[in-house]
């Protein structure tokens, strides 16, 4: 179980991390044009959003997937 954590490019972060760093990087605005999910356009907030997204395993699927794509993305253009 360890060995397929240390390969898993999310491990040791949280789900409120990982929805931070791209609120920060991105904004509400543009991270809800993005992934268009009602939690990032309609009043959005990290607490609606995490309540929302630890509920909804789709949502938290495209969320997590984005922000590996987001992180690939920045490596390259450094």
Request: with cysteine; proline share 4%.
């Amino acid at each position: 179980m360890i060995e397929k954590q240390q390969n898993n490019p999310l491990h040791g972060l949280t789900l409120e991390m990982i929805l931070n760093a791209l609120v920060e990087h991105y904004g509400w605005e543009k991270l809800g044009q993005q992934i268009n999910i009602k939690c990032f356009t309609e009043n959005p907030s990290i607490k609606s959003s995490l309540k929302f997204l630890r509920a909804t395993p789709w949502a938290r699927t495209k969320v997590e997937d984005y922000y590996l794509w987001t992180m690939r993305k920045s490596k390259q253009m450094h």
